[in-house]
């Protein structure tokens, strides 16, 4: 009787863990950063944090379209990332 509870228990365990995992969205992903939710004396690195998130999604974007191998996409993103963006203004 004490084996077939504990298995149960196990059991419930594990599809509660894989319902966690499987659920959807991830759970640990950046949210990107808005400024406006900052306190004021850390409005201009909030600021300065979203423009490096925005930049890193465009690099990724990119190389995604680009259909980088996955050998190579860390180094084409980081030279992304460190290439000069063009001010319109």
């Known amino acids: 009787m004490r084996n077939r509870v504990t298995l149960l228990s196990l059991m419930a365990t594990l599809v509660a863990l894989a319902a966690a995992i499987f659920s959807g969205a991830p759970a640990r992903a950046d949210r990107i950063v808005d400024p406006k939710t900052v306190a004021p004396e850390?409005?201009?690195?909030?600021?300065?944090?979203?423009?490096?998130?925005?930049?890193?999604?465009?690099?990724?974007?990119?190389?995604?379209?680009?259909?980088?191998?996955?050998?190579?996409?860390?180094?084409?993103?980081?030279?992304?990332?460190?290439?000069?963006?063009?001010?319109?203004?």
């Not at 690099?59 to 379209?65: G, V």
């Not at 993103?77 to 460190?82: L, R, S």
């Open 42 to 89: 850390f409005r201009e690195a909030a600021e300065k944090r979203k423009a490096e998130q925005l930049k890193l999604i465009e690099c990724n974007t990119a190389a995604r379209t680009a259909k980088i191998p996955q050998r190579d996409l860390a180094k084409h993103v980081a030279d992304c990332f460190d290439a000069p963006t063009e001010k319109t203004q």
